[in-house]
């Protein structure tokens, strides 16, 4: 879950975090993740690496696919309570490393893909949005920080859902700074949602380490995609439930007046191409013809979010889309999660093969805005 206005923040719960009692047992577990990317290490095309470790020492893999020129940085799960991208990721890569399909083949020759499924691993095995880390352990990395008070986003609170009091952490997806070279100062904290975060944690250190290497190789990550859940929604001026919700738009765009305090990023920032992504996305689910499938709509456009990887990594030159599922994990079934996953399969491949085809440079740019609103 992305903006900061939604309700798991604290003393505020998603509503479906409330059904704590649905199970989570058909979803991924680190262990099974494990499991999964040894058989992957025995795949034709997929490289796997341990890209780094979580703050209690889980890894956190990196699964490259292709040897195109185009690059792609997908993620899953920055939050642990958002399950159903890394299923659907795992799906993908599972295809991608093994089908020889012509349309296969020609992601793998346009394209470098890396993929990096469940990047908060310790927040997954305690089925929560935050990651499990107290200041203590930040200030003992940053000792420059003692006496500092916290970050804004570091999660302490009660509720009839989660104590973070006895087991602290934070929002890993607030923790990053589009100054890819950005070391704490104590004059940053605690700050706020409209400002970079610091890159404190583990878990958003080692997707940067990443993202900056492919940078060096590549000298740009093409397009980022970011997998998340959020609220249950409908279509705006309807009664349509929403599937997911797609966005291109995490910062003001830095060539405007409003966006003046990143000017630094605007030669690099490719605002239309995110929307470009985005339409690719929306049209390949617009074409399976089920209902639920046709309901994706635009997260709020009005957001300012620096320290997001998605905010972070559009000023550094990515194309970047979210995707917002509907729900949180465990409050759907089987069923229901099968169908979700399947509508994150779905728009991301859409986005692959106009990014391999090309086509995606021929988008109307302004089919963004066509894309209905949410109801909120």
């Known amino acids: 879950m992305l903006a900061p206005v939604h309700t798991s923040l604290p003393g505020k719960p998603l509503q479906a975090s409330a059904n704590q009692e649905y199970s989570v047992a058909g979803f991924i577990s680190h262990a099974e993740l494990v499991n999964q990317m040894d058989q992957l290490k025995n795949s034709k095309y997929a490289d796997v690496e341990v890209a780094g470790h979580s703050n209690h020492g889980r890894e956190i893999y990196k699964v490259t696919v292709g040897k195109g020129d185009k690059v792609v940085l997908i993620q899953s799960e920055i939050h642990g309570n958002e399950k159903v991208g890394t299923k659907a990721l795992l799906n993908m890569l599972q295809q991608l490393s093994q089908n020889d399909s012509p349309e296969i083949k020609k992601l793998r020759e ?8 469940m990047i908060n691993p310790d927040a997954t095995e305690l089925n929560r949005r ?11 990395k940053f000792p420059e920080l003692e006496g500092v008070r916290p970050s804004w986003n570091y999660y302490t609170y009660v509720n009839r859902y989660w104590d973070y009091a006895s087991n602290p952490g934070f929002d890993v997806n607030r923790d990053f700074n589009p100054n890819l070279d950005y070391t704490p100062k104590r004059q940053d904290f605690p700050g706020n949602s409209a400002r970079p975060g610091w890159y404190i944690t583990p878990e958003a250190q080692t997707v940067r380490d990443v993202y900056k290497d492919l ?3 590549f000298g740009n990550v093409d397009v980022f995609i970011d997998l998340h859940h959020q609220g249950e929604y409908v279509i705006k001026d309807t009664d349509d439930p929403v599937t997911l ?26 605002g239309d191409f995110s929307k470009q992504l985005n339409v690719a996305a929306y049209n390949a689910l617009q074409q399976i013809g089920n209902s639920p499938f046709k309901n994706i709509s635009l997260y709020p456009q009005d ?3 620096p320290g997001t990887a998605l905010g972070s990594f559009a000023l550094n030159g990515s194309g970047a889309i979210l995707f917002e599922i509907t729900g949180q994990t465990q409050s759907y079934g ?4 099968g169908q979700l996953t399947k509508a994150v399969e779905t728009g991301v491949l859409g986005i692959l093969d106009s990014v391999a085809t090309g086509d995606v440079y021929e988008i109307d740019v302004e089919a963004y805005d066509e894309i209905p609103l949410t109801e909120r």
């Open 110 to 117: 346009e394209l470098t893909i890396v993929a990096m499924p």
């Open 130 to 140: 935050g990651n499990e880390m107290t200041w203590e352990e930040v200030v003992s």
């Open 215 to 217: 940078k060096k190789q």
């Open 245 to 270: 919700s797609l966005s291109g738009v995490f910062v003001p765009d830095p060539n405007t007046e409003e966006g003046a305090k990143y000017r630094e990023y605007a030669d690099q920032y490719q």
């Open 303 to 305: 957001l300012d979010l």
């Open 334 to 337: 089987q069923k229901r999660m």
